[in-house]
């Protein structure tokens, strides 16, 4: 099939616009949950998380400004890989963008519960009707909604990773490795999310799941992006 230079041009903007826009996600992703979260969230002890968040607004605001970023790059992330994927497989380029909007639209609604916490750690004084332990409590809530919404979520976006990862496989530019990655990642996050949201009793078995997956889950996407960045449209060596 001959590719037109205008062509040509679309697949390697919006290569750009995905690789880049995963490669922010990634870095975005790894300050919002891999430090602020885990640095502040004690899980089971509501006074210590409630006082480090309480301690640490500017990071904890900075945390959600990240989670935002993620949120922008994913919509982007969804269109440009719809675009490039498109002449592979239409239908299931579209199915993939849909199910990426859709999880973005998950991720959205899951971030507001952090900005009530924010509201609660900041403004104790304005619940004046409940004690400090209610607040504490609550903000564990909102934050226990928060890790749920996005777990649901990130089933929804392993089905995207499937997809993407499925139409990749039939291309004969992007690297075999990187589509095996990417559905094995898939598989990674649909099994371990949906085990945390129905079967969150058997946390032993989850926890072997992150580590059997871990490699796919990090290097899919984040090796997908870097390929998209340095090759994704760009005609084959030798052509």
Do not use: C
Not at 57 to 80: C, M, P, Q, V
Request: proline share 2%; net charge neutral.
């Amino acid at each position: 099939m001959t590719i037109s230079v205008k062509e040509r041009s679309n697949q390697r903007n919006s290569a750009l616009t995905a690789g880049i826009s995963l490669i922010i996600m990634a870095i975005a992703g790894f300050f919002s949950y891999g430090f602020v979260h885990g640095s502040l969230v004690v899980q089971g002890d509501a006074s210590a998380t409630f006082n480090n968040i309480a301690a640490s607004d500017i990071l904890f605001k900075g945390g959600i400004f990240s989670w935002l970023i993620i949120l922008i790059t994913d919509i982007l992330a969804a269109w440009a890989l719809y675009v490039f994927l498109e002449p592979l497989h239409r239908s299931l380029s579209l199915l993939g963008a849909w199910l990426r909007l859709v999880y973005s639209t998950i991720l959205g609604i899951a971030i507001l519960n952090l900005i009530v916490v924010l509201i609660l750690t900041r403004h104790t004084n304005d619940f004046s009707s409940f004690t400090i332990e209610q607040i504490q409590s609550l903000v564990m809530l909102f934050l226990e909604a928060f890790e749920s919404m996005w777990s649901i979520g990130l089933i929804v976006f392993g089905g995207h990773l499937l997809v993407v990862g499925y139409v990749a496989l039939q291309s004969e530019g992007i690297p075999k490795v990187i589509s095996i990655l990417l559905l094995l990642a898939s598989v990674g996050y649909i099994a371990i999310h949906l085990g945390e949201t129905f079967l969150p009793h058997y946390d032993g078995a989850i926890a072997i799941l992150n580590l059997a997956f871990f490699i796919p889950m990090v290097a899919g996407e984040l090796g997908f992006g870097i390929w998209l960045l340095l090759r994704g449209g760009k005609l084959p060596k030798g052509a």
